[in-house]
């Protein structure tokens, strides 16, 4: 984003997401984070594979 955060849609099985939270977190995340904001919603389908916008 132009202030330097990074949004990440992510969609699939609640556990699966909650995995890839803790990801991000961890200390195996490629990079820095400084921290993590969630916000969950209903999956709307469409994604099919992985994109860098």
Same mark, same amino acid.
């Given at each position: 984003m132009a202030d330097g955060r990074v949004q990440v849609v992510a969609e !699939?099985? =609640?556990e699966?997401?909650?995995e890839f939270l803790d990801w991000l977190q !961890?200390?195996?995340t490629p990079g820095h984070v400084d921290g993590?904001?969630?916000i969950?919603?209903?999956p709307r389908g469409g994604y099919d594979g992985f994109?860098? =916008?």
């Open positions: !699939g099985s =609640r699966g997401c909650e !961890g200390d195996d993590v904001t969630e969950w919603d209903t994109a860098i =916008r």
